[in-house]
């Protein structure tokens, strides 16, 4: 029987609707799940959305199509699709959740709590350990900060970080099928610090942690992300959130993914936002909520066999 995978709508003011109504329609996502539209109707309607492509549950909030950009309402119908979600996955209701991109000032403005979709995942399922694995253009990272200021970013690089970061990409790549993973890690300062010159964090944090933890590495990011994706490693542990994104953007454009580790559901969600600025134009790409899908499939796929 196909895996039921719940798409959320993003923020409804956002490109969030028409990717998953894009994506449901994509005939391999037909043939390898059952979708289940979880947002307001009359959002997925404005997106395309009709009875015949895929059931809807409509959480019951309404949003006027007036609105434009971040707002408290968006946050509202869009913390409330992925609320319901989360939920119905933990209770096994549903196999997986493709989430749309929602706006974390228009959560701020509902008053939502959770920052981002995977704080509000760690709060409703209990896990200790949890992190994103981005996927695209042949290439994979696992982030050892996430959303946090670079400022703050050295100091909360410490050893269980790390440790937590390697233990999710081994557990990750091994549900994808990588039976012996190769793991490198990303240096935080250019040329890997330069033997103190350019920064002390690779020698009193980065140096010894790699070595005990079984990782490639420091090495300096501009030559990793080259090693990585001529395949010389299966995964590369990023220092902060841009030294992944940003390569790896440039190699997958929209199409990259990004899969929540370390939690009892399978998640995952296209890595770009919500586009305001194009939204209702018909003009989104729907690669990265297709990819996102198809990767959601799969992981729930290995995580039944195992």
Sequence with gaps: MPPLVAFTCGDPAGIG?????????????RRAMKALAVGPRAVFERAGWRPSLCPLLDPGISFSSRVRGPSAAGGEVSYRAVLVSVRMAIRGVIDAVVTAPISKESWALAGAGPLDHTQLIQRETGSKRIAMMLVGGGMRAVLATRHIPHARVARRLTHAALAEAAALAREGLRALGVARPEIALCALNPHAGDGGLIGTEEARVLTPAAASLGLAGPYPADALWKSHRDGRFDAVIAAYHDQALIPMKVAAGYSIVNWTLGSPIVRTSPGHGTAF????????????????ALLAVEAAANRRRS
């Design 17 to 29: 609707p028409e990717v998953a109504v894009k994506a449901i329609r994509n005939s391999h996502v």
């Design 277 to 292: 600025e194009i939204a209702g134009r018909g003009k989104a790409d729907p690669s990265g909520t297709i990819a996102a």
